[in-house]
């Protein structure tokens, strides 16, 4: 059995193989390059509809979003962001005749689908750090927002207490919609957020300039060695599963 294309069988096939943690959630978040704006968009398309198939028929899966970079600069690339409640979820998931059927015979029969390979990053879901609102379902833009860190040797155990409250001072702001903190499975020095705002101001002048977010760059400035942003725009699938659409 092939997923995609033979360089992304390799971390499923791993992940199928290794998966132990029976119970623990699985994100992902995969980085699909594209050679054409219209493959993308073909790409996009299926997999939202994958989303809404989803929706209604696996209740494990709590996010199964398609994204896309904010501001058009670049229209060749497309991510997912998904989360399974557990391996069985995922595996089950992936052996569904909509996805290793229909969405992986398509990628497999479409010549030039990807101008490099995807990437697939899996991370650890950090118990109790994360919240998505019901709110978010009415945003018409969510302000999406990836951030991929990294703290000096041994980094991420001291700047966690510094991030939690970080998410715990998020969930009480109106229009931060969703939040979460990640850590690598194997690199001790990573930590991911996956935020979602009501709007790019809400993010520049209420959300970072709080006084948990002072705190937070201030505890931690030292210790970090790097910091990617990237933002995002919903393009489909659903990052809040309270409505029936699936939001
Ligand atoms: C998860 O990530 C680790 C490295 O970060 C890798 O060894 C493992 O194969 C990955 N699993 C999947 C399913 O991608
Ligand atoms: C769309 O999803 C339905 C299942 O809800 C599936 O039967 C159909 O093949 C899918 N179409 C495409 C183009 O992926
Ligand atoms: C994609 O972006 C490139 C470079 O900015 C531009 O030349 C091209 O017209 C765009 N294509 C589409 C379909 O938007
Ligand atoms: C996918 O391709 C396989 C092998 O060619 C075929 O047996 C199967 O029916 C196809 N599935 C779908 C849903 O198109």
């Keep these: 059995m092939r997923f995609y294309n033979s360089s992304l069988f390799v971390p499923f096939a791993l992940w199928i193989h290794h998966a132990s943690a029976a119970g623990r ?30 929706c209604t028929n696996e209740v494990g899966v709590t996010k199964y979003a398609l994204v896309v970079p904010r501001g058009g600069g670049d229209n060749l690339t497309a991510y997912s ?31 030039n689908l990807w101008a490099k390979d995807p990437v697939v990053q899996n991370f650890t879901v950090l118990d109790g750090q994360n919240f998505v609102k019901p709110e978010f379902a009415k945003a018409a833009d969510p302000y999406i927002v990836i951030e991929a860190l990294t703290y000096a040797q041994g980094g991420v155990h001291h700047v966690l207490e510094h991030w939690e409250e970080e ?7 109106s229009g931060t919609l969703l939040f979460g903190l990640y850590t690598d499975p194997v690199d001790e020095s990573k930590l991911w957020t996956l935020a979602a705002y009501e709007s ?38 659903f990052l809040y599963k309270g409505s029936p659409s699936c939001a």
């Design 25 to 54: 959630p699985v994100f992902f978040f995969t980085l699909f390059p594209t050679s054409t704006t219209e493959l993308r968009d073909q790409l996009i398309s299926r997999m939202d509809n994958i989303s809404h198939w989803s």
């Design 81 to 111: 962001i998904e989360q399974y409640d557990d391996d069985a979820t995922f595996n089950k998931h992936l052996a569904a005749d909509v996805v290793s059927g229909t969405l992986f015979n398509w990628s497999r029969n479409t010549p």
């Design 200 to 237: 790019a101001e809400y993010l520049t002048n209420i959300h970072a300039k709080s006084p948990t977010a002072s705190d937070l760059e201030k505890h931690t400035k030292g210790m970090r060695t790097s910091l990617k942003t990237t933002l995002l725009q919903k393009r489909g699938g």
């Design 167 to 173: 998410v715990a001072a998020s969930q009480k702001e």
